[in-house]
């Protein structure tokens, strides 16, 4: 049976003695947060590029998309307008 793309991380890290909280100081974030951004399909292109930087092959890690900054904008919601309506 083929392994997942996690479990291949996994067995990287362990191979390497890397920990989520080694790689969370590097990427500036704790070791869950590391994780997390790990299991998922996609992560960050700053901190895909980092771990490049810092050896990880291409084939372990999630694919790398553009950061969207900010809360997100929402319409205004004036209780006066409402009540005209």
Not at 68 to 74: A, D, S
């Amino acid at each position: 049976m083929a392994m997942s793309r996690y479990e291949r991380l996994l067995a990287w890290k362990g191979a390497h003695f890397i920990s989520f909280g080694d790689i969370g100081k590097q990427l500036g974030m704790t070791a869950n947060g590391a994780r997390q951004a790990l299991l998922k399909q996609e992560i960050f292109k700053r901190h895909h590029d980092k771990l490049l930087a810092l050896g990880f092959p291409k084939e372990i890690l999630p694919e790398p998309c553009e950061e969207k900054m900010g809360r997100r904008k929402r319409a205004p919601n004036f209780p006066g307008l409402q009540a005209q309506a």
